[in-house]
């Protein structure tokens, strides 16, 4: 018990550590991306380094449930990385304890953190995004920092437009000033031309002072400019020289607030409780407005008048249809509309288009507020489930890195890293697609929240399970060596001299059997040819069974003379190839499972053509087999 304590709080020491760098990294990481996002509203506006930071902060932690999962990947990976890099996972499990037993204070651990984690969404992320995205409008609402260039038209100043020449950066004296104004309108607009002149800002900040030097004023005295009655004729303008004038121009240069109400009622700034409430109510409003609408389309609609309908749209019972006394009145509205005369047609005609359209104009508008009000809905829905999917992706992301981790036994920054980032953009891009196929109602919103956890949880399990049994499923070698095979680069065999022999081979009793090795294969060579029947390969499944009985009688041979201690023996045995060709791809298969997929080409013929080439190079291979008996047995025979 006391060593399995020790294992649990060196878990925990190594564990740590990694997981708060990274957690750090990641978070500096997606901050950065944010400022990138919105550096914008905040750049040229002149706002307190304190405002800043307050916007820096509650941005931190809104991001922290993005940081959070990508930390606790990378960490655990390279945890477990580090762990099996310096074979003290393997020193572990050499002593008994599995590698559940390994990760099981960490799974304490994540599971706490997804529980924070849940509460931290829950009950601070309102908080946060309220007075985040509050501060957020109430930068982009501020004024710029008058920073007039040289040569070009200034237009952030709202109603005037500011072109001067040159600038003194020392005295702060604007040359060559022309100004548009038509804060009043373009029919009344104000023109300035001026040799020089300066801006300040007035105390307050509320107003921007604007002296101009030696210049000349344009303006129409005409409030009337543009009626019809004196379109032609010439409109009067005042023209005024002076050498000093000042215009005092409405500009709110100071930070603003704005009221966090609007982002408190919105779904960004509810928990769950709240949450519920507004989806319940929203919910009953939508039913109410959806039913309003129906009975409005039924009231406005033909149907209501025929036989076989109640009042409200239900249909009417057959005994209370033959119950009715009233005569049925049958139209023939086309003979009553080529009854009319051409000009009441016509007027016929526009008013039923008029009419349409306006049907039209009033289902769209219907529409539009069913939609936006099951936008609202949809958007407090998928907040709820974001409550709870961001907890549970801390859990899945550790039970994708720790045994990953265990697997490819790879520490540091390197390959960590990017299995990480890999896989968090996977994660990131399935879990915005479910987002927005919730949000538009595409998907239930359940299902859309919920795809990420619902595709990287099957991973972890497996992943986990793999781990656990000690799998080289991500070994660069196996399937390197695999590859190999399959082109028919097979490994060099390797055997070497033994320094101590029990029993040495007899050579007399293996001559027959080599003389029977070869005889086998040049019989499996006269027979076997290199092309099969496409039929054939498939009804007997790719199996052969010969070949691989000649391959154990190679083997056996091999083991036996590997007790000898003459190097030529030794060196002659290293000649022969590793047989693997015998278990072709549809070995394993059933016949009539096979034969039915042999009938399906897409998938047939590929593996048809590549167990043909296999089968060629099992022939390459058993030739060589009969070649080197020949010489092994005339070599043991001297012996």
């Given at each position: 018990m006391l060593k399995i304590k020790r294992l649990y709080t060196f878990m925990m020491q190594t564990f740590l550590p990694l997981f708060f760098m990274t957690f750090g990294i990641c978070l500096f990481i997606v901050l950065m991306q944010f400022i990138w996002r919105y550096i914008d509203d905040m750049v040229g506006k002149g706002l307190d380094m304190l405002v800043l930071g307050e916007m820096f902060l509650y941005a931190a932690l809104s991001l922290v449930p993005m940081a959070l999962p990508l930390a606790i990947l990378l960490s655990s990976l390279m945890t477990f990385g580090n762990l099996g890099e310096r074979l003290e996972l393997l020193a572990m499990k050499s002593a008994g304890v599995s590698l559940i037993h390994i990760m099981k204070p960490l799974i304490i651990l994540i599971f706490f953190v997804s529980v924070g984690a849940f509460f931290f969404q829950n009950n601070v992320m309102p908080v946060v995004q309220v007075k985040l995205y509050s501060l957020l409008y109430s930068m982009r609402q501020k004024s710029p920092e008058l920073d007039i260039p040289e040569g070009v038209f200034f237009q952030e100043i709202t109603g005037y437009n500011l072109y001067v020449r040159n600038k003194n950066t020392k005295t702060g004296l604007l040359g060559d000033l022309m100004i548009y104004d038509y804060s009043e309108g373009f029919n009344n607009a104000r023109v300035f031309v001026a040799d020089s002149g300066r801006l300040k800002t007035s105390d307050d900040k509320l107003f921007l002072v604007l002296t101009l030097y030696s210049g000349e004023s344009f303006e129409n005295v005409n409030p009337q400019a543009n009626t019809a009655a004196r379109a032609k004729e010439a409109v009067p303008y005042r023209r005024e020289t002076f050498s000093e004038k000042e215009i005092l121009i409405e500009f709110?240069?100071?930070?603003?607030?704005?009221?966090?109400?609007?982002?408190?009622?919105?779904?960004?700034?509810?928990?769950?409780?709240?949450?519920?409430?507004?989806?319940?109510?929203?919910?009953?409003?939508?039913?109410?407005?959806?039913?309003?609408?129906?009975?409005?389309?039924?009231?406005?609609?033909?149907?209501?008048?025929?036989?076989?309908?109640?009042?409200?749209?239900?249909?009417?019972?057959?005994?209370?249809?033959?119950?009715?006394?009233?005569?049925?009145?049958?139209?023939?509205?086309?003979?009553?509309?080529?009854?009319?005369?051409?000009?009441?047609?016509?007027?016929?005609?526009?008013?039923?288009?008029?009419?349409?359209?306006?049907?039209?104009?009033?289902?769209?508008?219907?529409?539009?507020?069913?939609?936006?009000?099951?936008?609202?809905?949809?958007?407090?829905?998928?907040?709820?489930?974001?409550?709870?999917?961001?907890?549970?992706?801390?859990?899945?992301?550790?039970?994708?890195?720790?045994?990953?981790?265990?697997?490819?036994?790879?520490?540091?920054?390197?390959?960590?890293?990017?299995?990480?980032?890999?896989?968090?953009i996977i994660y990131y891009v399935i879990d915005n697609m479910g987002f927005?196929?919730?949000?538009?109602?595409?998907?239930?919103?359940?299902?859309?929240?919920?795809?990420?956890?619902?595709?990287?949880?099957?991973?972890?399990?497996?992943?986990?399970?793999?781990?656990?049994?000690?799998?080289?499923?991500?070994?660069?070698?196996?399937?390197?060596?695999?590859?190999?095979?399959?082109?028919?680069?097979?490994?060099?065999?390797?055997?070497?001299?033994?320094?101590?022999?029990?029993?040495?081979?007899?050579?007399?009793?293996?001559?027959?059997?080599?003389?029977?090795?070869?005889?086998?294969?040049?019989?499996?060579?006269?027979?076997?040819?290199?092309?099969?029947?496409?039929?054939?390969?498939?009804?007997?499944?790719?199996?052969d069974a010969i070949a691989e009985h000649l391959a154990l009688e190679m083997e056996s041979i091999v083991e036996e003379l590997s007790n000898s201690d003459q190097n030529l023996v030794l060196n002659k045995l290293m000649d022969y190839p590793f047989i693997g060709g015998y278990k072709q791809l549809g070995a394993h298969l059933n016949p009539k499972l096979s034969l039915a997929i042999g009938v399906f080409f897409p998938l047939g013929l590929p593996v048809y053509f590549l167990s043909i080439y296999q089968r060629k190079l099992l022939r390459q291979d058993i030739e060589t087999v009969r070649k080197v008996s020949e010489e092994l047995k005339d070599m043991i025979s001297e012996l």
């Amino acid at each position: 018990m006391l060593k399995i304590k020790r294992l649990y709080t060196f878990m925990m020491q190594t564990f740590l550590p990694l997981f708060f760098m990274t957690f750090g990294i990641c978070l500096f990481i997606v901050l950065m991306q944010f400022i990138w996002r919105y550096i914008d509203d905040m750049v040229g506006k002149g706002l307190d380094m304190l405002v800043l930071g307050e916007m820096f902060l509650y941005a931190a932690l809104s991001l922290v449930p993005m940081a959070l999962p990508l930390a606790i990947l990378l960490s655990s990976l390279m945890t477990f990385g580090n762990l099996g890099e310096r074979l003290e996972l393997l020193a572990m499990k050499s002593a008994g304890v599995s590698l559940i037993h390994i990760m099981k204070p960490l799974i304490i651990l994540i599971f706490f953190v997804s529980v924070g984690a849940f509460f931290f969404q829950n009950n601070v992320m309102p908080v946060v995004q309220v007075k985040l995205y509050s501060l957020l409008y109430s930068m982009r609402q501020k004024s710029p920092e008058l920073d007039i260039p040289e040569g070009v038209f200034f237009q952030e100043i709202t109603g005037y437009n500011l072109y001067v020449r040159n600038k003194n950066t020392k005295t702060g004296l604007l040359g060559d000033l022309m100004i548009y104004d038509y804060s009043e309108g373009f029919n009344n607009a104000r023109v300035f031309v001026a040799d020089s002149g300066r801006l300040k800002t007035s105390d307050d900040k509320l107003f921007l002072v604007l002296t101009l030097y030696s210049g000349e004023s344009f303006e129409n005295v005409n409030p009337q400019a543009n009626t019809a009655a004196r379109a032609k004729e010439a409109v009067p303008y005042r023209r005024e020289t002076f050498s000093e004038k000042e215009i005092l121009i409405e500009f709110d240069g100071n930070f603003n607030r704005t009221d966090e109400s609007f982002f408190q009622n919105n779904y960004i700034g509810k928990d769950l409780e709240t949450l519920q409430t507004s989806i319940d109510s929203m919910t009953v409003r939508l039913d109410s407005i959806k039913n309003v609408n129906a009975n409005n389309v039924y009231a406005s609609s033909y149907k209501r008048s025929f036989p076989g309908y109640t009042q409200r749209g239900t249909p009417e019972t057959p005994k209370q249809i033959n119950d009715k006394t009233e005569d049925v009145l049958v139209l023939n509205y086309d003979s009553l509309y080529l009854a009319k005369t051409a000009a009441d047609q016509a007027s016929m005609l526009s008013r039923t288009k008029s009419s349409i359209e306006n049907l039209k104009s009033d289902y769209h508008f219907k529409a539009l507020s069913i939609g936006d009000e099951s936008l609202r809905l949809r958007r407090h829905i998928t907040q709820w489930h974001k409550t709870f999917a961001v907890s549970f992706a801390c859990l899945v992301f550790f039970f994708i890195g720790a045994p990953l981790g265990a697997i490819i036994r790879k520490g540091g920054l390197g390959t960590p890293v990017v299995i990480s980032v890999v896989l968090f953009i996977i994660y990131y891009v399935i879990d915005n697609m479910g987002f927005k196929m919730a949000r538009d109602g595409v998907w239930p919103a359940w299902q859309g929240m919920w795809l990420s956890s619902a595709v990287l949880t099957p991973l972890g399990i497996f992943l986990t399970y793999k781990a656990v049994n000690d799998s080289v499923i991500l070994n660069a070698d196996t399937y390197l060596n695999a590859l190999k095979s399959l082109i028919g680069r097979r490994a060099t065999r390797k055997v070497e001299r033994k320094e101590v022999i029990i029993f040495n081979p007899d050579y007399k009793a293996l001559v027959p059997r080599l003389e029977n090795l070869i005889s086998n294969c040049r019989l499996y060579i006269s027979k076997h040819k290199r092309w099969i029947s496409y039929i054939t390969y498939w009804r007997e499944g790719g199996k052969d069974a010969i070949a691989e009985h000649l391959a154990l009688e190679m083997e056996s041979i091999v083991e036996e003379l590997s007790n000898s201690d003459q190097n030529l023996v030794l060196n002659k045995l290293m000649d022969y190839p590793f047989i693997g060709g015998y278990k072709q791809l549809g070995a394993h298969l059933n016949p009539k499972l096979s034969l039915a997929i042999g009938v399906f080409f897409p998938l047939g013929l590929p593996v048809y053509f590549l167990s043909i080439y296999q089968r060629k190079l099992l022939r390459q291979d058993i030739e060589t087999v009969r070649k080197v008996s020949e010489e092994l047995k005339d070599m043991i025979s001297e012996l």
